[in-house]
């Protein structure tokens, strides 16, 4: 029986659909390096055509059937860029979009049509003001209204930010209330000042959260991008920040995400917590800048102090957040570059779970890491000792000193009854919190260690998205990941041995587009990704396509899915019916094994290929000369015997090479066969008196037998389209009875195709080919260029 998350074999509720797209990597328009999608969508044009995104981009025409056969959804303006902001409404059923001089109203189900968009350029005078302070106008585009930030202010209205041409400006959007309202406007008359809430510098992120109609952001306040704070604004209390020009509070950091999270049922104990990376001060000496990530809390109900920190945050904490492999005698590899938050909320709103996106900032080690933090390690983090800087060497350690009361970093509440608002805070309880900041214990993750990492990959983790799935054997957290090249990883947790220790699973690698921004819907069941030139809407699971056996279905682990009896559907639980799971070992189509005919040359090379449809299968393979004979299995790798992960490659084939080959995967205890292969070995002195001189139809230049023998090794080391089989139907049909026809006028042939006679085909130079999880592998490949586009770089 299959030990998979979905529950075995079981029935489920078929849905689900395919996705993948090539994308073509180039410089975008502020001269970074970005990812353009193949296919680009002018608005308002008919559904299924092609044209360019912006005059810059570049386009590739694939076919609309295509994409809408893997289930990708794609939206892009004409002339605009920079789908950053994203604000998934499932009351309205709305996606709301910020982008480079728009704000965008997209429907759940399908981005692509009935879509609604506000025109917000910065205005002339800032363009202008933009372009004197030596920005520039033309090229990188940074003179422009950049919609960073994106919340939903109340019922009826959004609250929006962007950056205005370096002149912040934020403004409400009327949204309407229901789903069925066409309501989307802004009235640009009615704008406000957006220092300290949107960044100045398109380039720059910018991390915000909304609570009760107050707006906390972490962000840079001036246009040098020198000044950054922790801000709070709009509301009816006075705006505050953190303390100006100190490096032990911020240091050059850059923030990535902001969460609220209730800390009891009493809403004055409520906590603000910013995540951000910054430059250590505790770093050794002369090792130089070194970034460190960090988690910083602060009270909502924080007010300021009254003689000192006057409009200045007094419950403002931060520890680091420790992300890193155990090594020995503590030498631990760390990913000290944080690079994306996920907030997964559980049934208990206070404690939900942290999901993060770490690299390595090595230039030896390239390496990428998720970790995942509870609320109970983080709050014990902050009630632990205050790091302090003393002794003659000025190193840092652990405060042994008093600590004031009320402890630093404490709300002001009902649990402190004389303390009614920080303002009531004694002076040195505002001293000690202005003097130490730094929490000396790190956070560290729950495991000691990554849930999953990746290293020496062509890729960097940039962003997740985390859904939670129900199966019949328990929860399991689905993990979406963003690369900077354009693919999302699907990965999922099981247990290994038991729920305490677990080990990651890839279900999944999608090649869409350079993600910036992911938000999951569960109700729809979709994935919504925002990147530099366009959006995509990705069906969260595509369980049709992990195959048509039960066998396949299961072993695949996918939590989204179970076996019906019939097909591999969507996995929806049922409390009325007892789900069972199958024998996967008694599967009718097992015995069905597909059977391929191989032609190889006595001293040339032979590639047997066969790839699993779990990325998780172990591919073993058995030899037999004839089907008399018994099995046994293929040599080890050895100075003949090449094992690739497509296949076996055999070196200098010989005559004894011929037989029967059988390819098997196995996985969890169960081995399946894959395909049966027959190889039929011919010695070149055959293949060379086969052909006869001056054949019109052999390839140019074979004249003679020798020159013709050279192309035929030429067509089975690298094949032409189409020329091998040519040249195999010619070959293995000359001076032989035909076989008799399996249809009336037709006579079947060998063909040369995938298993066929040859070395492993080197990858298409405009090809990718995508693993789409264990249910298949495609490969798209693009054609040429659009007429005038330049070459991708």
Known sequence: MAAGPAGGCEPGQASGTGLGEEVAQQRGAHGQPQVSLDVCRRQGSVPGSSQCCGGAEQCRWIPAELRARHGLRLFALERSCCYEALLLDEERGRLFVGAQNHLLSLALDDISHRDRKIYWPAPVEWREECNWAGKDITVSAECMNFVKILHPYNRTHLYACGTGAFHPVCAFVEAGQRAEEPVFKLDPRHVEDG????????????????VGEELYSGVATDLMSRDFTIFRSLGRRPSIRTEQHDSRWLNEPKFVAVFWVPESEDPDDDKIYFFFRETAVERQQGLGKTSFARIGQICRNDVGGQRSLVNKWTTFLKARLVCAVPGPDGADTHFDELRDVFLLQTRDKRNPLVYTVFSTSSSVFQGSAICVYTMADIRQAFLGPFAHKE??????????GRVPYPRPGMCPSKTFGTFGSTKDFPDEVIQFARHHPLMYNPVLPHGKRPIFLQAAMPYTFTRIAVDRVMAADGHYDVLFIGTDVGTVLKVVSVPKESWNHMEPLLLEELQVFQVRRGSASAPQQQLYAGSATALAQLPLHRCSAYGKACAECCLARDPYCAWDGTSCT??????????RRQDVRNDPQRGSVPQKQLYGVEGSTAFLECIPKSLQAHVSWTYQRTRDDPQREVGTPQ?????????????SVQRADAGLYLCHATEHGFTQPLLRLSLEVISARQAAGMAP????????????RKVWYQDFLQLVERPPLGAADRVCQRLWTRGRPLPPPSHPGRTPRPRAGRGAAQSPPPAHPRGVAVRAGPAQRFTLVTPGPAPGAGSAS
């Open 195 to 210: 220092k300290g809430k949107s960044p100045y510098d398109p380039q720059h992120a910018a991390a915000s959260v909304l």
């Open 391 to 400: 002794g003659p060497n000025y190193q840092w350690v652990a405060y042994q």
């Open 570 to 579: 969507r996995y929806v639980p049922n409390t009325k019916r007892r789900f």
């Open 639 to 651: 100075l003949r015997v090449v094992w690739t992960e497509r296949g076996v490659l055999l070196r």
């Open 693 to 704: 001189d001056g054949d019109p139809q052999l390839p140019a230049g074979a004249s003679s």
